[in-house]
């Protein structure tokens, strides 16, 4: 098993770190509890800096939460300023963080300032996250950014409906598939996972149990050196884009 992901003491030195967006609740907690069980450092990331602080907690000293809002520049400027000075690298980066699953609207009929809103925090705060935490990950020996997306996004299954959730879920899909070529000098494997349809407050209730959704985000955190880069899955197998 490659070095980033053995288990380690909490308190390690050389424990993996890795940082999870939107961690505060549903996937991203549970993604947050699974690293912390491998031994990872983990950064659990929210908009409420109290909302990280108590979810943090709640799962143990392996887990620091820090206040990220992942459309605000100075956010993701900071958090990059804070790792450098307390870690010197990152290991892992989980962009969770979603909004809008509005399974209400229609394409055709859409408010578009839901849809840009969408773009703002599930495409473009990714993206400008991963920019800011680039000379982190380029600083780490076995990086791993995992994009958490959705089937909603893949063009096969593209439907009328949830219209901003499922463009910005298809661009980040892409948006993967770019960073995966253009990181691949760096030896940083970038991959998109789609958990499924998972129990959270976004996804409601009938769906899979939440660990069974995180099981496969940390299964492309964990990923070996010469795992795979660029790819779209579900629960380790590769899926359409």
């Known amino acids: 098993m490659p070095a980033d992901t ?6 390690s030195p050389d424990g993996p770190v890795s940082l999870v967006t939107g961690g505060n609740r549903g996937i991203g907690l549970e993604t947050c509890r699974q690293l912390a069980a491998l031994g990872h450092r983990v950064v659990l990331a929210a908009r ?9 907690e709640r799962i143990g000293p392996a887990v620091h939460p820090a206040r990220l809002d992942v459309t ?3 956010d993701a400027d900071r958090l990059a300023q804070h ?16 909004i809008h699953y509005d399974t209400w609207q229609r394409v055709s009929t859409a408010d578009l300032a839901v849809v840009r809103e969408a773009a703002e925090t599930n495409l473009l705060g990714p993206w400008q996250l991963t920019q800011a935490l680039l000379p982190l990950l380029r600083a780490s020996r076995h990086a791993r950014i995992v994009n958490v997306s959705s089937g909603a996004g893949a063009l096969d299954d593209l ?3 949830a219209p901003a959730y499922s463009i910005s879920k298809l661009a980040l899909n892409g ?12 030896r940083i494997l970038v991959n998109a996972v789609c958990p499924g349809w998972v129990a959270t407050d976004m996804g ?15 299964w492309a955190a964990t990923l070996p050196d010469d795992g795979p880069t660029g790819g779209f899955f579900r629960d380790g197998r590769p899926i359409p884009f």
């Open 83 to 98: 790792l450098r000075e307390r870690y010197g690298r990152l290991d892992v980066l989980v962009n969770n963080a979603a």
């Open 72 to 74: 605000s520049t100075a």
């Open 159 to 161: 439907g009328p409906g």
């Open 6 to 11: 053995r288990a380690k003491s909490p308190d």
């Open 204 to 218: 409601g209730s009938g769906g899979r149990p939440v660990a069974e959704g995180a099981a496969g985000v940390v």
């Open 175 to 186: 948006l993967t598939r770019m960073l995966a070529r253009d990181l691949a000098a760096d």
């Open 48 to 56: 409420d800096p109290e909302a990280a602080r108590l979810a943090a």
